[in-house]
Protein backbone atom coordinates (compact mmCIF):
# COMPACT_ATOMS: atom_id res chain seq x y z
CA UNK A 1 0.00 0.00 0.00
CA UNK A 2 3.32 2.33 0.52
CA UNK A 3 5.05 3.67 -2.43
CA UNK A 4 9.07 2.77 -1.53
CA UNK A 5 9.07 6.68 -1.15
CA UNK A 6 8.16 6.44 2.20
CA UNK A 7 11.22 5.64 4.14
CA UNK A 8 9.74 4.04 7.08
CA UNK A 9 6.35 2.44 6.31
CA UNK A 10 5.94 0.59 8.95
CA UNK A 11 6.59 3.11 11.86
CA UNK A 12 4.60 5.35 9.54
CA UNK A 13 1.80 3.08 9.43
CA UNK A 14 2.32 2.53 13.63
CA UNK A 15 1.91 6.11 14.14
CA UNK A 16 -1.19 5.91 11.94
CA UNK A 17 -2.92 3.50 13.38
CA UNK A 18 -2.14 5.33 16.90
CA UNK A 19 -3.72 8.47 15.28
CA UNK A 20 -6.52 6.39 14.18
CA UNK A 21 -7.20 4.23 16.97
CA UNK A 22 -6.59 7.66 19.74
CA UNK A 23 -3.85 5.97 21.49
CA UNK A 24 -0.01 6.25 20.77
CA UNK A 25 1.88 4.32 18.97
CA UNK A 26 3.58 2.78 21.86
CA UNK A 27 0.89 1.31 23.52
CA UNK A 28 -0.69 -0.08 20.52
CA UNK A 29 2.23 -2.26 19.62
CA UNK A 30 2.95 -3.99 15.62
CA UNK A 31 0.91 -6.79 16.46
CA UNK A 32 -1.97 -4.88 18.10
CA UNK A 33 -5.99 -5.16 16.43
CA UNK A 34 -6.78 -1.81 15.77
CA UNK A 35 -10.22 -1.15 17.69
CA UNK A 36 -13.51 -1.77 15.72
CA UNK A 37 -14.75 0.91 13.87
CA UNK A 38 -11.15 2.31 13.38
CA UNK A 39 -10.05 0.16 10.62
CA UNK A 40 -11.50 2.58 7.92
CA UNK A 41 -10.19 5.22 9.35
CA UNK A 42 -6.81 4.31 9.52
CA UNK A 43 -6.58 3.06 5.70
CA UNK A 44 -7.38 6.22 4.72
CA UNK A 45 -5.01 8.22 6.74
CA UNK A 46 -3.06 5.44 5.36
CA UNK A 47 -3.37 6.40 1.81
CA UNK A 48 -2.18 9.68 1.77
CA UNK A 49 1.02 9.03 2.87
CA UNK A 50 2.20 7.86 -0.70
CA UNK A 51 1.71 11.12 -2.17
CA UNK A 52 4.31 12.46 0.67
CA UNK A 53 2.17 14.60 2.43
CA UNK A 54 3.72 14.77 5.50
CA UNK A 55 3.30 12.16 8.63
CA UNK A 56 2.62 15.24 11.02
CA UNK A 57 0.46 16.68 8.52
CA UNK A 58 -2.00 13.51 8.72
CA UNK A 59 -1.66 13.67 12.21
CA UNK A 60 -1.91 17.36 13.05
CA UNK A 61 0.63 17.02 15.33
CA UNK A 62 4.72 17.17 15.61
CA UNK A 63 6.90 16.75 18.74
CA UNK A 64 9.75 18.66 20.01
CA UNK A 65 11.56 18.29 22.96
CA UNK A 66 9.39 16.13 24.78
CA UNK A 67 6.69 18.86 23.82
CA UNK A 68 3.30 18.20 21.66
CA UNK A 69 2.66 20.46 18.93
CA UNK A 70 0.03 20.94 16.40
CA UNK A 71 1.19 21.69 12.89
CA UNK A 72 -0.47 21.48 9.39
CA UNK A 73 -1.10 23.05 5.97
CA UNK A 74 0.85 26.20 6.45
CA UNK A 75 3.57 25.73 8.98
CA UNK A 76 6.78 23.66 9.38
CA UNK A 77 7.26 21.18 11.08
CA UNK A 78 9.75 21.39 13.69
CA UNK A 79 12.79 19.49 13.16
CA UNK A 80 14.48 17.10 16.10
CA UNK A 81 18.04 18.51 15.20
CA UNK A 82 16.61 22.03 16.75
CA UNK A 83 16.31 20.08 19.83
CA UNK A 84 19.49 20.89 20.58
CA UNK A 85 19.42 24.49 20.07
CA UNK A 86 16.29 24.44 22.93
CA UNK A 87 18.48 22.89 24.88
CA UNK A 88 21.51 25.50 24.29
CA UNK A 89 19.68 28.64 24.07
CA UNK A 90 18.66 28.69 28.14
CA UNK A 91 22.14 27.82 29.05
CA UNK A 92 23.36 30.80 27.35
CA UNK A 93 21.03 33.20 28.92
CA UNK A 94 20.84 34.44 32.88
CA UNK A 95 18.95 32.35 35.49
CA UNK A 96 15.02 32.83 35.76
CA UNK A 97 12.76 33.69 33.47
CA UNK A 98 14.10 34.94 30.17
CA UNK A 99 12.14 37.66 27.22
CA UNK A 100 12.32 34.81 24.36
CA UNK A 101 11.71 36.40 20.80
CA UNK A 102 12.16 34.18 18.06
CA UNK A 103 11.82 35.57 14.54
CA UNK A 104 10.77 33.14 12.07
CA UNK A 105 9.08 30.96 14.42
CA UNK A 106 6.99 28.78 11.98
CA UNK A 107 4.66 26.85 14.58
CA UNK A 108 6.39 28.57 17.68
CA UNK A 109 7.40 25.45 18.87
CA UNK A 110 11.01 26.23 19.28
CA UNK A 111 10.30 29.47 21.54
CA UNK A 112 7.50 27.75 23.60
CA UNK A 113 10.02 24.80 23.82
CA UNK A 114 12.70 26.82 25.53
CA UNK A 115 9.80 28.33 27.70
CA UNK A 116 8.96 25.39 29.08
CA UNK A 117 12.48 25.27 30.13
CA UNK A 118 12.27 28.46 31.81
CA UNK A 119 8.65 28.57 32.87
CA UNK A 120 7.36 32.28 33.64
CA UNK A 121 9.29 33.44 30.24
CA UNK A 122 7.38 36.58 28.18
CA UNK A 123 7.65 34.85 24.26
CA UNK A 124 6.98 36.62 21.72
CA UNK A 125 6.92 34.47 18.39
CA UNK A 126 6.92 36.43 14.78
CA UNK A 127 6.33 35.22 11.38
CA UNK A 128 5.77 36.83 8.07
CA UNK A 129 2.81 33.76 7.10
CA UNK A 130 -0.18 34.93 8.34
CA UNK A 131 -0.58 31.21 8.25
CA UNK A 132 2.24 30.34 10.22
CA UNK A 133 1.28 32.71 12.50
CA UNK A 134 -2.61 31.17 13.41
CA UNK A 135 -0.26 27.77 14.19
CA UNK A 136 2.09 29.51 16.43
CA UNK A 137 -1.06 31.30 18.18
CA UNK A 138 -2.75 27.86 18.26
CA UNK A 139 0.48 26.27 19.98
CA UNK A 140 1.46 29.53 22.20
CA UNK A 141 -2.57 29.09 23.35
CA UNK A 142 -2.05 25.13 24.08
CA UNK A 143 1.35 25.39 26.03
CA UNK A 144 1.84 28.91 27.12
CA UNK A 145 -1.69 30.43 27.51
CA UNK A 146 -1.24 34.83 27.33
CA UNK A 147 2.30 34.28 25.31
CA UNK A 148 2.12 36.06 21.89
CA UNK A 149 2.25 35.37 18.45
CA UNK A 150 2.57 38.59 15.74
CA UNK A 151 3.21 38.74 12.09
CA UNK A 152 5.78 40.70 10.46
CA UNK A 153 5.98 42.31 6.80
CA UNK A 154 8.46 40.39 4.20
CA UNK A 155 10.58 43.58 4.95
CA UNK A 156 11.42 42.75 8.41
CA UNK A 157 9.02 45.81 9.78
CA UNK A 158 7.99 43.97 12.09
CA UNK A 159 5.78 43.75 13.91
CA UNK A 160 2.57 45.38 11.35
CA UNK A 161 0.11 42.98 12.09
CA UNK A 162 -0.94 42.18 15.88
CA UNK A 163 -2.63 38.77 15.99
C1 LIG B 1 12.02 26.91 7.98
S1 LIG B 1 10.71 27.70 8.84
C2 LIG B 1 11.32 27.57 10.52
C3 LIG B 1 10.22 27.67 11.55
C4 LIG B 1 10.69 27.46 13.00
N1 LIG B 1 11.76 28.36 13.36
C5 LIG B 1 11.12 26.02 13.24
O1 LIG B 1 12.33 25.75 13.23
O2 LIG B 1 10.23 25.16 13.42
C6 LIG B 1 11.03 29.41 8.45
C7 LIG B 1 9.92 30.38 8.85
O3 LIG B 1 10.39 31.70 8.62
C8 LIG B 1 9.33 32.50 8.14
N2 LIG B 1 9.92 33.68 7.46
C9 LIG B 1 10.58 33.70 6.27
N3 LIG B 1 10.97 34.96 6.01
C10 LIG B 1 10.57 35.75 7.04
C11 LIG B 1 10.68 37.15 7.34
N4 LIG B 1 11.29 38.01 6.51
N5 LIG B 1 10.16 37.62 8.48
C12 LIG B 1 9.53 36.76 9.32
N6 LIG B 1 9.38 35.43 9.10
C13 LIG B 1 9.91 34.93 7.96
C14 LIG B 1 8.55 31.56 7.27
O4 LIG B 1 7.23 32.00 7.06
C15 LIG B 1 8.64 30.25 8.06
O5 LIG B 1 7.54 30.10 8.93
Same mark, same amino acid.
Given at each position: MCSPLVWTPELDALVLAGHAAGTRPEELGHEAELPAGTAAAFRSLVR *? *? $?? *?? $?LEYITGRATLFGLEFEVGEGTFIPRVHSEAMVGQAPDRCPDGPLRVVDL?? /?? /?ALALAVGALRPGSDITGVDISASAVQWAKRNADGCAPGSQARSTSSKGTWPTRGC
Open positions: *R *R $PD *RE $PCT /GS /G
